[in-house]
Antibody, heavy 119, light 110 residues
Framework: QLQLQESGPGLVKPSETLSLTCTVS??????????WGWIRQPPGKGLEWIGS???????FYNPSLKSRVTISVDTSKNQFYLNLNSVTAADTAVYYC???????????WGQGILVTVSS | QSVLTQPPSASGTPGQRVTISCSGG????????VNWYQQLPGTAPKLLIKLNNQRPSGVPDRFSASKSGTSASLAISGLQSEDEADYYCVAWDDRRNGWVFGGGTKLTVL
């Protein structure tokens, strides 16, 4: 069973870039069986898909975040990444990484990391 | 405003059967499969139902789901206190070229 773990700073200043890492274990991130995604959840609110990266290299982003988001991968480290630039307080959320297969987009999930945007 | 519409809350007493609806459109539920996730308090979401009505290994058969047209529903029978959680539906949206979530339903076991 795949395992995913998010890491990164818990505090980011407004207008700066939020950068998170998801480390994948128990299988290769190069596997064509999976794709990789980021989801976030503001405190007390629902889940929001941020974007997904497929083994072909294709990326799909939430249209509402597309201008600020980049998802990338480092196969040598078995990690994938989230960069969200020009952050504001509205980007404060728990950020989750997850893997997907076919039409099942998020399984399993990492435990999540709280990122607060504040000066 | 979520693309998929769920009731914000639902409730039931132990042993009861409750259903949670998820309403979408022709670009999402109407043209693809629906997945359901359970989020227990303070934890990451977990896949509960995949591909409209399939239970992953380990999910009790008290949980079931169905889809008809542009709507889907999750049913929980024999309600237990540990079922108290938030439930989310998710589907691919062809028009938005991305995954869309329901707003989530908070289930309370009275």
């Amino acid at each position: 069973q795949l395992q995913l773990q998010e890491s990164g700073p818990g505090l980011v200043k407004p207008s700066e870039t939020l950068s998170l890492t998801c480390t994948v274990s128990s299988d290769s991130i190069r596997s064509s069986n999976y794709y990789w995604g980021w989801i976030r959840q503001p405190p007390g609110k629902g889940l929001e898909w941020i974007g997904s990266l497929y083994y072909s290299g294709s990326t799909f982003y939430n249209p509402s975040l597309k201008s600020r988001v980049t998802i990338s991968v480092d196969t040598s480290k078995n990690q994938f990444y989230l960069n969200l630039n020009s952050v504001t307080a509205a980007d404060t959320a728990v950020y989750y990484c997850a893997s997907g297969r076919g039409m099942v987009p998020f399984d399993p999930w990492g435990q999540g990391i709280l990122v607060t945007v504040s000066s | 405003q979520s693309v998929l519409t769920q009731p914000p809350s639902a409730s039931g007493t132990p042993g009861q059967r409750v259903t949670i609806s998820c309403s979408g459109g022709t670009s999402n539920i109407g043209s693809t499969t629906v997945n359901w996730y359970q989020q227990l308090p303070g934890t990451a979401p977990k896949l509960l139902i995949k591909l409209n009505n399939q239970r992953p290994s380990g999910v009790p058969d008290r949980f079931s789901a169905s889809k008809s047209g542009t709507s889907a529903s999750l049913a929980i029978s024999g309600l237990q206190s540990e079922d108290e959680a938030d439930y989310y539906c998710v589907a691919w949206d062809d028009r938005r070229n991305g995954w869309v979530f329901g707003g989530g339903t908070k289930l309370t076991v009275l």
